[in-house]
C-alpha cells in the first residue's frame, strides 16, 4: 500500500487548493479513505473521510469549505479547500484501511496506513 500526497503550497486568506492522495496497491473503491491534518506542536486530527459507498464527513471546522471525493478510475483521493484560513495552516495526511467499506471513526487510531504529508500554509 502507498499513498503519495501533493496539491499543497502557500496561499493567501480566501484562496483555494486541491489536495491529490495517489494510491497504488490497493483499490479506493474499496476502502474507506480520509484527510488528516496536523499543525506544529498539536495533535493530528481528521478532517474529513469518505466511505467504499461514497458517504462523507467532515469536522464542523471545515463544513462548507472543504470537499473530499474520489476518483475510482485513476485511483486518487482529493481534498478540495476553498475559502481557506489562518487556522487550515498544517501538514496534510490522507489516511486509508485498504478493504474497510465503512468509516467509523475520524480517530487516528483507526487508519493504518498513511502518506508522507503535504503542508498547506495560508497566510493573511
Known amino acids: 500500500v502507498q499513498l503519495v500526497e501533493s496539491g499543497g503550497g502557500s496561499v493567501q486568506v480566501g484562496g483555494s487548493l486541491r489536495l491529490s492522495c495517489a494510491a497504488s496497491?490497493?483499490?479506493?473503491?474499496?476502502?474507506?479513505l480520509a484527510w488528516f491534518r496536523q499543525a506544529p506542536g498539536q495533535e493530528r486530527e481528521g478532517v474529513a473521510t469518505?466511505?467504499?459507498?461514497?458517504?462523507?464527513k467532515y469536522i464542523d471546522s471545515v463544513k462548507g469549505r472543504f470537499t473530499i471525493s474520489k476518483d475510482n478510475p485513476k485511483n486518487t483521493l482529493y481534498l478540495q479547500m476553498n475559502s481557506l484560513k489562518p487556522e487550515d495552516t498544517a501538514m496534510y495526511y490522507c489516511?486509508?484501511?485498504?478493504?474497510?467499506?465503512?468509516?467509523?471513526?475520524?480517530?487516528?487510531?483507526?487508519?493504518?496506513?498513511w502518506g508522507q504529508g503535504t503542508q498547506v500554509t495560508v497566510s493573511s
Open positions: 496497491g490497493f483499490s479506493v473503491r474499496y476502502s474507506c
Open positions: 489516511a486509508t484501511n485498504p478493504g474497510q467499506y465503512a468509516c467509523d471513526t475520524f480517530s487516528r487510531a483507526g487508519f493504518g496506513d
Open positions: 469518505m466511505s467504499a459507498y461514497g458517504n462523507t
